[in-house]
């Protein structure tokens, strides 16, 4: 049976296209790509519900994917500390193949029914964490085996995937199927797909930390402050919170290391300046 995500693109001749005509057509279809995504929202919302759940017990999030879909749960649990705060083990992408092939493909990495497990095992997985296969076409041997390992263990899973009724649904607890349809260069889910499953990882990661309390009001108040830019959006943070000028407000947040410690220290001074 084929599936949606290889089924033959809607366009036809791409190489006699214009510049223009490419980029338009693209676009075109990219533009379905968050109504597909809005659909799923029901399930996209009991798979945060339960992350929720395990990670206040302790637990944490495993992803586990091959190629474009590996990469973007590496990319989307690497982004996780610097936004939130958070330890860096709490959100783990885990790519067929090894760190190493989220530079350069490894070959038949993602056919392996047993890898999945044993890269999972390395970080002593337990039942209070949950893995989230991510595969857009739903049917990689690497994430199949991955989730039924888990599920074997007691484990909480999910998945992310670009197709109704795939195997890799069938073996999660809480899947989520995003159906984005052929893609504009046939078969190439980097792009559709993969644009689609990054919505997904937003919204799940993002809403989870919001309801682990990492965001206050609509702010990161708990971000690591390791570049120039985000100094100064933190001071900015501090400075519309407190009240204070820029330079008070800059040496606050330098002596406690994130805004949420400089506001909440403000917060404990003797009749701090409104």
Request: proline share 4%; aromatic share 6%; net charge neutral.
């Amino acid at each position: 049976m084929q599936t949606t995500t290889e089924k033959d693109s809607q366009y036809n001749h791409l190489e006699r296209m214009s510049v223009a005509e490419i980029l338009q057509n693209i676009n075109k279809e990219d533009q379905t790509v968050a109504v597909s995504v809005s659909k799923s929202i029901p399930q996209i919302e009991k798979l945060a519900t339960v992350v929720t759940e395990q990670m206040r017990k302790g637990g944490r999030l495993f992803y586990i994917g091959a190629g474009t879909s590996g990469r973007l749960g590496v990319v989307d649990a690497s982004e996780c500390p610097p936004t939130f705060g958070v330890p860096f083990d709490w959100v783990v992408g885990i790519i067929a193949g090894g760190d190493g092939a989220i530079r350069k493909a490894v070959e038949f990495a993602e056919d392996d029914t047993e890898q999945a497990w044993k890269d999972l095992q390395a970080f002593n997985i337990n039942e209070k964490d949950v893995v989230v296969g991510i595969a857009a076409s739903g049917t990689t041997p690497y994430v199949i085996g991955g989730l039924k390992a888990a599920n074997q263990n007691k484990i909480a899973t999910g998945c992310v995937v670009c197709n109704s009724g795939s195997p890799v649904a069938a073996e999660a607890n809480y899947p989520v199927e995003v159906v984005t349809g052929p893609e504009f260069l046939t078969g190439s889910t980097r792009m559709k797909a993969g644009t689609a499953q990054k919505l997904v990882l937003n919204m799940l990661t993002t809403t989870v930390m919001i309801q682990l309390g990492r965001v206050k009001g609509n702010k990161m108040v708990d971000m690591q402050l390791s570049n120039n830019k985000l100094v100064h959006r933190g001071i900015n943070m501090v400075m519309s919170e407190t009240g204070l000028d820029e330079t008070t407000a800059a040496q606050l947040l330098k002596e406690q290391g994130s805004v949420r410690k400089a506001v909440d220290f403000y917060k404990t001074l003797p009749n701090p300046h409104r």
